[in-house]
């Protein structure tokens, strides 16, 4: 079966449609489906309906991990911190989010939200693999460290949350994104989003699929795997 990986949807509804209309197979989020576009609520509602219904899986972003900082997690044991909210409204493009739903600060952002949908969040892995038609493939939202053995980082992702950190790697790395573990199998390739690139790039090792940064005017984009064909909402 074939996969479709799914760069950064930022709340814009109309886009991810435009995508979902072309993909094929299972569906892969790379992350960051919240923040600077204008429906944050209903991008939530679609793809977590896509997971529930086993049609997709979707990787946590750094948007939803600076969400989660400054709201807070009761079903993983994370307390709000008021610093990280402030660091994702102003600096994350979560003011966007609060104008969606309605609200200005983080109490009524995590009533209207509501305890399931940030337990949903809470609980979107860090690192996702498989395979399509033989070729294999991990998705991580920024990438993956080059000179730290691939095993430890998966067993790192497996269980990120024991030991928090400010900016995490794996969620906000940009300089060492064009590159792969060192250790990483041949045949195997490395997705990402993240980095806002003009074009998707695709090669046999690395796929980075986000062409729209959450900024208007963008389109968002699609690889569909192993073919390697670009799918877009423009």
Known sequence: ????????????ARR??????????????????????????????????????????????NHEYALLRGLGAPSIGLEP??????LWRDRHGGSAVLTSY??????????????????WLAALPWVLSG?????????????????????????????PWRQLCEHPDHLYDKLHVRRVPDDLP??????????????????PQRILCDTSGGMPGRPLSGVVWPSGRVISSR
């Open 1 to 12: 079966m074939a996969v479709t990986f799914i760069g950064d949807v930022h709340g814009w």
């Open 131 to 159: 395979q399509a038609d033989g070729a294999a493939w991990i998705a991580v939202h920024a990438g993956m460290r080059p000179k730290v053995p691939l095993h430890q980082q998966l067993a790192q992702l497996a269980d």
């Open 81 to 86: 911190d008021p610093v990280w909210f402030e």
């Open 16 to 61: 991810l449609d435009g995508v979902l209309a072309q993909a094929e197979g299972h569906l892969v989020f790379l992350g960051d489906l919240t923040d600077r576009g204008p429906d944050t609520p209903g991008v939530i509602a679609r793809v977590r309906r896509l997971c529930e219904e086993g049609r997709a899986c979707c990787l946590m972003g």
């Open 186 to 203: 041949s045949g195997t390739v490395l997705v990402s989003g993240h980095l806002p690139l003009p074009e998707v790039l695709v090669s």
């Open 102 to 119: 309605g609200v200005r600060e983080a109490a009524g952002l995590r009533l209207s939200l509501g305890a399931a949908n940030l337990a």
